[in-house]
């Protein structure tokens, strides 16, 4: 036989793959959500997403303590909102004394090398489970009246210590209004990680089911994007660009690893992909009956984003491949 080009001979042993590799994941690109509640000592499962708890603050920041040993360097948080907090003006969101910023402020003060990540929208804090506020007549999303909450919220996690704000409410115009309060309050050091492109997807499912932050009527197709478009991402990549984001992020992930790859030749930015609650759910129950191989699909996927382009990846996931790393 005379074949020339052999391309198995770089797939030939280990040590071969590893040394021409050109995707490489490492802790170091991860970012943990993680949710927490009102109380002390709890530690209440999350029935769709295995390993994955609501923590009270006292647990939140072991567990933080926990990822900080194993290499992690930030944290996205997610506050469960009591649902007798919860109104149509979301007011909640602004409280400096509410359960958000004390979580924030908690965990920096036990770990003040870890970044913390805290999310801007109204989702968790509005009876009607948006992320903006809700016309009661029409139903519609109002987009400029949202925006001044959106950026005082954005100021009070910044005044708690987030050290990254993650806006993912998908109004026009909010990381904009974001940076200049923030800058306007001498907090121009604060990053905004932007939710750029957030497609209105059910892959969401497990995370409302986290918070209780479904919304009670209708869907999120108004503000977040149509998933059958990749031209739209761009013009949203360029307006965060043009508002001040310092990070870009697609999000989902998995369905989204094209968007993610046009990003990465239309940007300067670092680049975020958000494998999301329901990417994790389907893995878990898949790998739980035996069907799939978890960690070998975890791995995988964490790399296919790293592949298409991506920076950073915020997971569920970062635990475990943590542990697995050590
Ligand atoms: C809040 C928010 C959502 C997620 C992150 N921030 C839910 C939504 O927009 O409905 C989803 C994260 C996940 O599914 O893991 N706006």
New binding site residues.
Partial sequence: MQITHRPRRNRSSHSVRDLIAQTRLGVEDLIM?LFFCEGTQVKQPITSMPGQFRYSIDNLVDKCRELEDLGVKAVSL?PVIEEKKKTSRALEAINSEGLNPRGIAAVKEACPDLLVMA?V?L??YSSDGH?GFVDAQTGEILNDETLEILAQMALVEAQAGADII?P??MMDGRVSVIRKTLDSHGSHNTLIMS?TA?YASS??????EALD??PKAGD?KTY?MDFRNSQEAIRELKLDEREGADIVMV??GLSYLDIIQRFSENTELPIAA?N???E?AMVKAAAEKGWIDGQEVMLEMLTSFKRAGADIILS?FTEEFARLEL
């Fill in positions: 959500p997610f999310d929208a989702d968790p992320d993650g993912s409410d939710y957030k892959f969401y499912g497990p995370f409302r932050s479904a999120k977040q999000k989902p958000y999301v609650s329901g994790y569920y």
